[in-house]
């Protein structure tokens, strides 16, 4: 068995496309999967699963919810050495910021530089990213909400063809730990 998190985009947000967490763990029981968990509202569930990638169980995952809720669901599904990975890797000084400040953005593909060219960095300063392992990290010392650099990164041309979801620092360190084995 292998732990994931699968990190579901858009839901539960502005009062639109409500999936209760109850709801949520009770059809990934459906789907199979076992010591399901879930993490805060925004989208976060923790799982076992014995079959499939994660690629695999993402479709399945969005494909049940669409079936049982109506509405469809941008889905990323991680395994635990790769949250770690992500959280591990953090090239800003984690331990010195306010969680607030730091977020991560998972993407389904690896993405390179050139995707990102048309975003002057340094009209953002003092906000910053960086890129990782299919991820984004961004320092926003103001918090995402006021973030312009974020509003930036978000445009539609940036994240075409990729499903992009964030997460603030507290959340990425949170699945990094309830995906290791024996959490």
Same mark, same amino acid.
């Given at each position: ?132 392992? #299919?991820? &984004? ?10 973030? $312009? !650099? *974020? @509003?930036?990164? /978000?445009?539609?041309?940036?994240? #075409?063809? &990729? ?10 360190? $949170? !699945? *990094? @730990?309830?995906? /290791?084995?024996?959490?």
């Amino acid at each position: 068995m292998t732990i994931y998190a699968a990190l579901l985009r858009g839901i539960n947000v502005g009062g639109s496309r409500k999936l209760p967490m109850a709801e949520l763990r009770t059809l990934m029981a459906g789907l199979g999967h076992t010591g399901v968990r879930t993490h805060l509202q925004s989208g976060q569930a923790v799982f076992a699963a014995a079959h499939g990638d994660e690629e695999t169980l993402a479709a399945e995952l969005a494909r049940a919810i669409e079936e049982d809720f109506g509405f469809s669901v941008d889905v990323l599904v991680r395994d635990h050495a790769y949250l770690k990975s992500v959280a591990e890797a953090c090239p800003f000084p984690a331990a010195d910021l306010e969680p607030r400040q730091l977020h991560v953005t998972y993407f389904s593909a690896p993405v390179t530089p050139d995707r990102f060219a048309e975003i002057d960095q340094d009209a953002h300063l003092p906000e910053e990213f960086r890129l990782g392992d #299919r991820c &984004l990290y961004l320092y926003a010392p103001d918090g995402l909400g006021r973030s $312009k !650099l *974020a @509003e930036a990164l /978000a445009r539609p041309r940036i994240t #075409r063809g &990729l499903v992009a979801t964030s997460r603030n620092w507290n959340t990425v360190l $949170k !699945l *990094a @730990e309830l995906t /290791a084995p024996g959490a």
